[in-house]
């Protein structure tokens, strides 16, 4: 089946700091990236949505310019937390879908992300 | 405003018995749902979905049912196994979007 990987898997980072995290999709071309962000004992809430080669679409109430997204190619997206706080420590999840539809939506194992 | 919501935060059911996870929403638009299974420190692993055309889908030991007059959705795993252990997602689509639920802590008892 499709793999989604993602890099790091964990990170601990001082505040102010960046931190760029990757999602790979392993073996098929994603034409669309979707970038998550889970709260302890919350739902997955939608970031942003990437598209090779053009803009993110970020949801309202995420700062762009504090969440970087880069989709430059069909199977490598960045996403890039600047100046990092503590209340930026999450599990970020990436997903990556082809042609065929929201429902063919791989995840990647996430990234747990701490801010001291 | 939660659209999507799984109101039971945990549920506990005896192995070889049947489990039986709920979801309502509350957008008429959303035109597809699905279920996901999450293990500690892992992306979802999607299970099972359904068109808003519909009213069941089966596979193996997971059905899923829709009643739209009701906005509500739920998920059968039948006979449930100690892997099937997790947090399961209910999830809604509307543009190629996924809105999710916050999730239910599924324990099969040995």
């Known amino acids: 089946g499709a793999v989604v990987s993602q890099h790091p898997s964990w990170v601990i980072c001082k505040s102010g700091t960046s931190v760029k995290i990757e999602c790979r999709s392993l073996?098929?071309?994603?034409?669309?990236m979707f970038w998550y962000r889970q709260f302890p004992k919350q739902s997955l809430m939608l970031m942003a949505t990437?598209?090779?080669?053009?803009?993110?679409?970020?949801e309202q109430g995420v700062e762009k310019d504090k969440f970087l997204i880069n989709h430059a190619s069909l199977t490598l997206s960045t996403l890039t937390v600047t100046s990092a706080h503590p209340e930026d420590s999450s599990f970020y999840i990436c997903?990556?879908?082809?042609?065929?539809?929201?429902?063919?939506?791989?995840f990647g194992p996430g990234t747990r992300l701490l801010v001291l | 405003d939660q659209q999507v919501k799984q109101n039971s935060p945990s549920l506990s059911v005896q192995e070889g018995r049947i489990s039986i996870l709920n979801c309502d929403y509350t957008?008429?638009?959303?035109?597809?749902f699905l279920w996901y299974k999450k293990y500690p420190a892992e992306g979802p692993t999607f299970l099972i979905s359904?068109?808003?055309?519909?009213d069941k889908n089966e596979d193996g030991r997971f059905t899923v049912f829709l009643n739209k007059s009701a906005k509500h959705l739920s998920l059968h795993i039948v006979p449930s196994q100690p892997g099937d252990s997790a947090v399961y997602f209910c999830?809604?689509?509307?543009?190629?979007?996924?809105?999710f639920g916050k999730g239910t802590r599924l324990h099969i008892l040995p």
């Open positions: 073996d098929f071309q994603a034409t669309t």
């Open positions: 957008n008429s638009m959303f035109d597809y």
């Open positions: 997903s990556a879908s082809t042609l065929a539809g929201v429902a063919t939506q791989y």
């Open positions: 999830a809604a689509s509307e543009d190629d979007k996924i809105i």
């Open positions: 990437s598209n090779e080669g053009s803009k993110a679409t970020y």
């Open positions: 359904i068109s808003s055309i519909k």
